[in-house]
């Protein structure tokens, strides 16, 4: 399975915006690129997913480099709310949601 | 509102009994798991369902069993077998076990006293 690298931790100021990288040197070309959070004492809830084109939501942008090699998560304006454990998983649109597993992630915090 | 149901929140046990984690959802999902976490960990899966009368081990299934009788229900034992109990437990659904996105329950904090 195609593994992502994220940093422990990452800190930013409140209404500035967050980029959190993450790694994925061995993506496969069908290896969708998922997000998800999760807040302190919750389930993870996602946020955003990608193949190849950059992606907007609500929540947040997905900025996927050319290559695939990497990726960066961007939350335009950091709220207090958005303290949680990010986490970067690659999955292949065959594969089970049983075959992965997600890493230690990282963790946002956010500063008034 | 549709999603996913843990219950109990907070359970405590004394060492050597079995405990049973409810996890219940109306999203009409085809698939289930259930994951452990433990503190400034990752998720790690246990068991998985992707239809009715059928499940998975996953990476730590030792000490755990499941069952999965309804669709709406997937409930966790957890054994006297399992060494080290105490943890974060989540209960997750998805439409099927290849498509769409997971949703989570909010959890289940178990401590073995």
């Known amino acids: 399975d195609a593994k992502t690298t994220q940093p422990n931790s990452m800190e930013s100021n409140e209404e500035e915006p967050v980029h959190l990288p993450c790694n994925h040197s061995?993506?496969?070309?069908?290896?969708?690129i998922h997000w998800y959070r999760q807040l302190p004492s919750q389930g993870p809830e996602y946020v955003i997913h990608?193949?190849?084109s950059n992606v907007n939501n609500r929540m947040a942008s997905l900025a996927i480099a050319e290559d695939r090699k990497s990726s960066t998560l961007i939350l335009h304006r950091a709220t207090l709310r958005d303290a949680a454990v990010y986490y970067c998983?690659?999955?292949?649109?065959?594969?089970?949601?049983?075959?992965?597993?997600f890493g230690a992630g990282t963790q946002v915090v956010v500063t008034p | 509102d549709g999603g996913i149901t843990q219950s109990p929140k907070y359970l405590f046990r004394k060492e050597g009994q079995n405990v049973t984690l409810s996890c219940e959802q109306n999203?009409?999902?085809?698939?289930m798991y259930w994951y452990r976490q433990d503190p400034g960990q990752g998720l790690r899966l246990i068991y998985y369902?992707?239809?009715?009368?059928?499940?998975q081990k996953g990476d730590i299934a030792e000490g755990y069993s499941v069952s999965r009788e309804k669709k709406e229900s997937f409930p966790l034992t957890v054994t006297s077998a399992q060494k080290n109990p105490t943890a974060f437990y989540l209960c997750?659904?998805?439409?099927?076990?290849?498509?769409?996105?997971?949703?989570f329950g909010e959890g289940s904090r178990l401590t073995v006293l």
């Open positions: 997750a659904s998805s439409r099927d076990y290849r498509t769409g996105e997971l949703f």
């Open positions: 061995t993506i496969s070309g069908t290896d969708y």
């Open positions: 990608g193949l190849t």
């Open positions: 998983i690659l999955r292949d649109q065959t594969d089970s949601w049983g075959k992965l597993q």
């Open positions: 999203l009409n999902h085809d698939a």
């Open positions: 369902s992707q239809i009715v009368n059928d499940f």
